[in-house]
């Protein structure tokens, strides 16, 4: 077979037990020499198992991946090994090496030849370590190698290494792969009409929103607490001040919803529902003036297995400005949330609701008048000229969007307020644009946070 490769060559005659226990002590032996004067961190049970763990390709009923051709031994046709495509190698030909050498998502899909760790040590082979419960080797991508895998739906690629004289999991030191800006971000797949007041709307004129619920204790009923806006399908930006227990916040009780036109109804027709993996609260997020600065956080989703956000015209992503980019006062833009519909009442909305507000300058919104120096450069003030339109309580979280060339970009995020439509009052978001470099630390989306999408002078 032209450019194929074997990855075996059987020894012609086939050791007596008695002959491979003496070649393995002897082999013990010379390893033990080899680490005394080398300092080598060696186990004597893992060389043991040397012997154990033979290549698979010596047993019956090999199976050959990737196009691999089986080519069975003179002396016993039973047994053989796989003779591979040019592109391929391993024991199964199942290590592509023109496999991408960057991850997506949690890594599970990670089929590259990356063996290290973190901290540079060499990764030891999976099937002398086999200590992973349940792992399938072909569909875990495990077996007679030793490069980065996940197959236990860890956060990312890791591997078995030595260290402090035991065997310990190791994430593994491999780049995240760039996430594209999908280009129908900030897209409306449905036009939104007039609002005069703030009205209900409909998702498909907001498919960037996310509603983020949590599990009440003891109990499997889903309760609202937060808006947020998807920037990318695995990522959703929210208010830091959403999360009260900060760092310590329990993941397993939030729960983020896409596609929603009601809190209290399901739609499974166009919803889309996800665990969350993670939240990210900005380190500098503080409240000891009442004023939320750094008002920023975010959630890394997932649903089932590693799926992200699929889009729908019920599910897109919003665009984000270039960093530090911001329009001029008087631009009118969006704010929309399940928030209370009026300071007077109690509950939320039960509907998607919106209004439009104007931005406000920032010379006004610090003005002794309005704020003072509780606004800080991290956020700006928007509202309606009559104080009619504003965000109200159960909005927090959520997005302003403002519509540039056609395409909508997040600009803000619903952070705090006194009252809802008080004169002289207005609504104070978080300047999203102060932030492109903290999301893309946290998140690796280089290609979202350039600001690509935004309409160049």
């Not at 970009?409 to 644009?433: A, M």
Request: positive net charge; proline residues 5%; contains cysteine.
């Amino acid at each position: 077979m032209l450019g194929a490769t074997p990855v075996f060559i059987a020894e012609k005659e086939t050791p007596n037990k008695e002959e491979r226990e003496v070649k393995m002590k002897l082999l013990f032996s010379l390893l033990l020499m080899v680490a005394t004067v080398s300092s080598l961190e060696l186990d004597w049970l893992v060389l043991w198992k040397l012997e154990r763990h033979r290549p698979s390709n010596m047993h019956s009923g090999l199976h050959c991946l990737n196009g691999g051709s089986f080519i069975p031994f003179v002396h016993n046709s039973e047994k053989g090994f796989c003779m591979c495509p040019e592109q391929f190698r391993g024991i199964r030909c199942d290590i592509d090496q023109s496999a991408s050498q960057c991850f997506s998502g949690n890594g599970q899909d990670y089929r590259g030849t990356v063996a290290r760790s973190e901290g540079g040590k060499r990764c030891l082979l999976w099937d002398i370590v086999n200590t992973v419960p349940g792992a399938r080797e072909n569909n875990q991508g495990l077996g007679g190698h030793n490069y980065c895998r996940n197959p236990d739906q860890s956060a990312r690629p890791w591997c078995w290494v030595w260290m402090g004289h035991k065997v310990t999991q190791s994430f593994c030191k491999i780049p995240r792969c760039e996430e594209k800006q999908m280009p129908t971000c900030g897209e409306r797949p449905q036009k939104r009409h007039k609002i005069v007041g703030g009205a209900v709307t409909t998702v498909e004129a907001h498919p960037w929103i996310a509603s983020i619920f949590h599990k009440v204790r003891s109990s499997r009923t889903l309760v609202f607490r937060c808006g947020g806006t998807l920037i990318s399908p695995c990522w959703v930006l929210s208010a830091a001040h959403c999360f009260p227990d900060g760092a310590h916040t329990s993941v397993r009780r939030l729960s983020v919803i896409l596609g929603k036109n009601a809190i209290n109804e399901t739609d499974g027709s166009i919803e889309q529902e996800f665990h969350v993996e993670k939240v990210v609260i900005h380190e500098g997020f503080d409240n000891r003036d009442g004023n939320f600065d750094n008002d920023i956080a975010l959630l890394k989703i997932r649903g089932i297995g590693t799926q992200c956000a699929e889009q729908t015209r019920a599910v897109r992503t919003i665009c984000l400005p270039p960093a530090h980019q911001m329009l001029p006062p008087g631009v009118f833009c969006d704010v929309v949330g399940y928030g209370k519909e009026s300071e007077r009442i109690w509950y939320n909305s039960q509907y998607l609701r919106e209004a439009k507000v104007k931005l406000l300058a920032q010379d006004i919104c610090t003005d002794k008048d309005y704020y003072g120096s509780l606004v800080t450069k991290n956020m700006f003030c928007a509202g309606s000229p009559d104080w009619s339109k504003d965000a109200c309580k159960g909005d927090s979280g959520g997005p302003l969007v403002c519509e540039v060339d056609n395409r909508m970009f997040l600009f803000g995020i619903v952070s705090w307020g006194e009252g809802c439509s008080r004169e002289f009052r207005p609504g104070v978001y978080t300047r999203v644009t102060n932030y492109n470099k903290w999301i893309e630390e946290k998140t690796g989306l280089s290609s979202i946070t350039s600001g690509s999408m935004y309409p160049q002078k």
